[in-house]
Nanobody, 123 residues
Framework: HVQLVESGGGSVQSGGSLRLSCATS????????MGWFRQGPGKDREGVATISSDGVATYYLDSVRGRFTISRDNTQNTVYLQMNNLKREDTAMYYCGRSDNRYATLNQRWYNYWGQGTQVTVS
């Protein structure tokens, strides 16, 4: 069955960096676009970054563009989110999601599998 397992969250000071990983199994990883989403305290879940199945196309939430980088390793079935220059407003639970097709999109309606999340706290 499909599994998505996030790791790499933690507590950092403003300006710091973290690298999130999402290890996957149970499906043909290289066939599907992947995305990172987050839900802050009292906020709706929002799309942060997405990458196409072949890794060519990427899209970002405006507030993280230039600070976050999404990447994937189709040989390791893993997607990453490198987060630099973190700000307090980046504090949230971060989720990895699998799209139902190969096209990168931040629209959550296209995502049908989710991980359990990893907490990022910036102080």
């Amino acid at each position: 069955h499909v599994q998505l397992v996030e790791s790499g969250g933690g507590s950092v000071q403003s300006g710091g960096s973290l690298r999130l990983s999402c290890a996957t199994s149970g499906f043909s990883f290289s066939t599907y676009a992947m995305g990172w989403f987050r839900q802050g305290p009292g906020k709706d879940r929002e799309g942060v970054a997405t990458i196409s199945s072949d890794g060519v196309a990427t899209y970002y939430l405006d507030s993280v563009r230039g600070r976050f980088t999404i990447s994937r390793d189709n040989t390791q079935n893993t997607v990453y989110l490198q987060m630099n220059n973190l700000k307090r407003e980046d504090t949230a639970m971060y989720y990895c999601g699998r799209s139902d097709n190969r096209y990168a999109t931040l629209n959550q309606r296209w995502y049908n599998y989710w991980g359990q999340g990893t907490q990022v706290t910036v102080s």
